[in-house]
């Protein structure tokens, strides 16, 4: 079935950096934008950002601009989050999300029809 | 990138309807037909139950229905149930290939 299961999370310092990946299946890979939305401990969401299907695109949230680096290779299924500087308020859970529509060019921006279970990341000293 | 509006909390008792509001601009909600609608169960992944507005995927009951009239959107359950109970997160689209979600509801059926 369609899947999404995210790893890469885990316990690190302020102004370290981790690297998360995303593994898909069940769909094809290489048609389909791939987002990353986070939620903080007890909070809400925020997505966080978005690579097209060729990686030719990638957009980001404000937030995380310039210290977060999304990628993809469409050959293993897989898309990537490097993360960079991290802060205590990146802590959060991130999901990496599908997005609804097949592109044929750029990003076609629907909505998230497919969430895998997410990753904790917890930046703390 | 301001986050859009929910009420905190909603609730209501089982067979009733509800109805919850996700307040946005004229940047996002207002500009755009692409307001989508998660549920999300405590300890698990958002679910899309509602996209493009008032659209709903394979497998999502009819009880779930969404509108938008300017810079609002809503989201209304009717025929309350025990598993309703769950935090549900508007989302708009706006523009650049930027999405901006709410903050999030609270529904309870009581």
């Known amino acids: 079935q369609v899947q999404l299961v995210e790893s890469g999370g885990g316990v690190v310092q302020p102004g370290r950096s981790l690297r998360l990946s995303c593994a898909a299946s069940?769909?094809?890979?290489?048609?389909?934008?791939l987002h990353w939305v986070r939620q903080a401990p007890g909070k809400g969401l925020e997505w966080v950002a978005v690579?097209?299907?060729?990686?030719?695109?990638?957009y980001y949230a404000d937030s995380v601009r310039g210290r977060f680096t999304l990628s993809r290779d469409n050959s293993r299924n897989m898309v990537y989050v490097e993360m960079n500087s991290l802060r205590p308020e990146d802590t959060a859970i991130y999901y990496c999300?599908?997005?609804?529509?097949?592109?044929?060019?750029?990003?076609?921006?629907?909505?998230?029809?497919?969430w895998g279970q997410g990753t904790m990341v917890t930046v703390s000293s | 990138q301001s986050a859009l509006t929910q009420p905190a909390s909603v609730s209501g008792s089982p067979g009733q309807s509800i109805t919850i509001s996700c307040t946005g601009t004229?940047?996002?909600?207002?500009?755009?037909?692409?307001v989508s609608w998660y549920q999300q169960h405590p300890g698990k992944a958002p679910k899309l139950i509602i996209y493009?507005?008032?659209k709903r995927p394979s497998g999502i009951s009819n009880r779930f229905s969404g509108s938008k009239s300017g810079n609002m959107a809503s989201l209304t359950i009717s025929g309350l149930q025990a598993e309703d109970e769950a935090d549900y997160y508007c989302?708009?689209?706006?523009?650049?290939?930027?999405?901006?979600f709410g903050g999030g509801t609270k529904v309870t059926v009581l």
């Open positions: 999300a599908k997005e609804r529509i097949r592109a044929t060019f750029g990003v076609v921006n629907d909505a998230f029809d497919i």
């Open positions: 069940g769909f094809t890979f290489s048609s389909y934008a």
């Open positions: 690579i097209s299907y060729d990686e030719r695109y990638k």
């Open positions: 004229s940047s996002d909600v207002g500009s755009y037909n692409l």
């Open positions: 493009e507005v008032s």
């Open positions: 989302c708009s689209y706006a523009g650049s290939s930027i999405w901006v």
